[in-house]
């Protein structure tokens, strides 16, 4: 099955800056990623799908880019809401995987 | 508002079964496809079932595929996962999840601990 890389595994970032997070594919898979966000005690919520469309209701400040192997989500001007993990997840290969996740923490 | 509501999970022996159910509100299961995805404790997420809306086909999770069986109850509106022969390493978190491919909306989650 398609193993999803994300990095770092970890960071603490202040309300306010950017924040880069990565998600790399063992073979091309085209835009077939998505990203969620899980929160302490709450379900995954879907952020992006496409690669970079936003889904229902995400603010912009998240945005996603990448396409084959190297993806990318942004947040532009962290706020306090937004720590948790994120994880990325391919569907272009059957069965769809999931990154480790990447934890956010804010400062 | 489409919204799902996972229950049924427990604590049950190594080698039991037991049955969760997803009930969903706002849309018809009938017209999606519908998905179980589990996180083991501090593990990442991983897909574990898929019903097509057509109910005709399902998918499985090569860890599950032949001990668990997803199913739906059109007239009831709730997706179920029947799960046998339980092990350790499905002890995790459950969620549905509306989708295929990627998922959205997703249910709180229901706790199941397989364990002597």
């Known amino acids: 099955e398609m193993v999803m890389t994300q990095s770092p595994a970890s960071l603490s970032v202040s309300p306010g800056e950017r924040v880069t997070l990565s998600c790399r594919a063992g073979q091309s898979i085209f835009t077939s990623l998505a990203w969620y966000q899980q929160k302490p005690g709450q379900s995954p919520r879907l952020l992006i799908y496409g690669a970079s469309t936003r889904a229902t209701g995400i603010p912009a400040r998240f945005s996603g880019s990448g396409s084959g192997t190297e993806f990318t989500l942004t947040i532009n001007g962290l706020q306090s809401e937004d720590f948790g993990v994120y994880y990325c997840?391919?569907?272009?290969?059957?069965?769809?995987?999931f990154g480790q996740g990447t934890k956010v923490e804010v400062k | 508002e489409m919204h799902l509501l996972e229950s049924g999970g427990a604590l049950v022996q190594p080698g039991g079964s037991l049955r969760l159910s997803c009930a969903a509100s706002g849309f018809t299961l009938s017209s999606f496809a519908m998905s179980w995805v589990r996180r083991a404790p501090g593990k990442g997420l991983e897909w574990v079932a898929t019903?097509?809306?057509?109910?005709?086909?399902?998918y499985y999770a090569d860890s599950v595929e032949g001990r668990f069986t997803v199913s739906r109850d059109n007239s009831k509106n709730i997706l179920y996962l029947q799960m046998n022969s339980l092990r350790a390493e499905d002890t995790a978190m459950y969620y549905c999840a509306q989708g295929t491919f990627y998922y959205d909306p997703w249910g709180q989650g229901t706790l199941v601990t397989v364990s002597s």
């Open positions: 019903l097509t809306s057509s109910g005709k086909n399902t």
């Open positions: 997840q391919q569907y272009s290969n059957w069965p769809q995987t």
